[in-house]
């Protein structure tokens, strides 16, 4: 079975790239430069006659994909996760919703035209296209795939947070949109997760240039947050070795067909919650933290929204492992980046 990851040089790609090879998949990836690619292959040598790849330096651009989807052998499937994932861009048009949507958009047009033999398309969303972050802690809530963030094109240009949770609502809506208007020759899948915690890939990673959603854990034991922590966003969250697993499972699996999968543990994590496993796993890194606990663990006090994952449980047969494990991975990792 021959599957397209894009992406691939990203702390949840990294993760899927390496399932797929180890279940014996034959795998064409894309990155945005060659020095990206080397590294993978180098990490992936025992899979070399697995393994291939195709530059695509901007998804915005038209055609992107053409090539990138061409295969003989073809492809059965695709897992489109590259889409900008950080808050350090002064245009949030720009650097954030069009690469997130012309590039969904484009990976599904590509497939249309040029790899007929493309059966599913499983697409990485985010919790941000569900979660109402207007609503706050929002207690008595509970969240599933039915929700949609209302957040519109014109707040999305307001600021960089925004302009994340705008890109990732309205790429996958365009997705969506895409397949009822086209009834093209594949269904699709989307994954929908919060906060994505775990150990990257050292081969990929640096701790110059990590992740997004991992940079808070590093900030917090380099000393940044002493004087208090930030507040902590949402407070859902799941490990990247789920999330990987998810987007393989939504592909082998037929009744996940055109179906949005929330893939979140049902803990809660919270930053003062992240730094009590530190302090308790890591004790060198204790005095790294403020001496001031956040109330109520840093949960909030009037209650929270919760998150009904039975669905990726009972299509995709996922389980969720506990934030202690994730936050204690991470670290082990981080310390063998150099930390
Ligand atoms: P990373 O930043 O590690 O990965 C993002 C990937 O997308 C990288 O391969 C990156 O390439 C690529 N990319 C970003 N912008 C562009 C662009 N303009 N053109 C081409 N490629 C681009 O983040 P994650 O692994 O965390 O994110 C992967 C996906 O998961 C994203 O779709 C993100 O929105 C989603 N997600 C992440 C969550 C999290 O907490 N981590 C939560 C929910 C969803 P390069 O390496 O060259 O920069």
């Not at 080397?38 to 055609?63: C, M, N, R, T």
């Not at 954030?96 to 599904?108: D, H, K, N, R, S």
């Not at 240039?209 to 380099?222: A, D, G, V, Y």
């Not at 979140?264 to 796993?281: G, L, P």
Request: aromatic share 10%; net charge negative; charged share 25%.
């Amino acid at each position: 079975t021959r599957i397209l990851l894009t992406g691939a040089s990203g702390f949840i790609a990294s993760h899927i790239l390496e399932k797929l090879l180890a279940r014996g998949y034959s795998v064409r990836f894309t990155v945005r430069s060659e020095d990206k690619a080397q590294k993978l292959l180098a990490a992936h040598s025992s899979h070399a006659s697995q393994l291939d790849y195709v530059l695509v330096p901007d998804i915005v651009v038209p055609g992107a994909f053409d090539a990138a989807v061409q295969s003989d052998p073809p492809f059965d499937g695709i897992l489109h996760t590259a889409s900008p994932f950080h808050f350090n861009v002064t245009d949030p048009q720009k650097q954030l919703m069009e690469p997130a949507i012309q590039g969904t958009v484009g990976i599904l047009q590509a497939a249309q035209k040029y790899a007929p033999s493309v059966k599913r398309i499983v697409i990485t969303s985010s919790f941000a296209a569900i979660f109402d972050a207007a609503q706050g802690s929002y207690p008595g809530k509970t969240y599933t795939e039915a929700d949609w963030n209302p957040i519109t094109w014109e707040t999305g240009l307001e600021n960089p947070l925004n302009g994340y949770r705008a890109s990732k609502k309205l790429a996958e809506k365009a997705a969506w949109e895409f397949v009822e208007r086209e009834k093209p020759g594949f269904d699709i899948a989307t994954i929908n997760p919060p906060m994505v915690f775990g150990p990257p890939k050292p081969y990929i990673s640096s701790l110059e240039s990590l992740n997004t959603s991992n940079e808070r854990t590093l900030n917090f034991i380099r000393g940044k947050c002493k004087q208090g922590l930030p507040h902590s966003g949402v407070f859902l969250w799941t490990d990247v070795r789920e999330v990987a697993e998810a987007h393989i499972l939504a592909f082998e699996k037929p009744d996940a067909a055109n179906k949005r999968f929330l893939i979140s543990s049902n803990e809660y994590f919270s930053n003062q919650m992240i730094v009590d496993i530190i302090a308790k796993c890591f004790p060198e890194y204790a005095d790294q933290f403020p001496e001031v606990r956040e109330p109520n663990d840093g949960l909030p006090e009037e209650g929270c929204y919760k998150v009904d994952n039975s669905r990726s449980r009972e299509i995709l047969g996922m389980s969720y492992r506990p934030l202690e494990e994730c936050v204690r991975d991470l670290v082990v990792a981080l310390k063998e980046m150099g930390l």
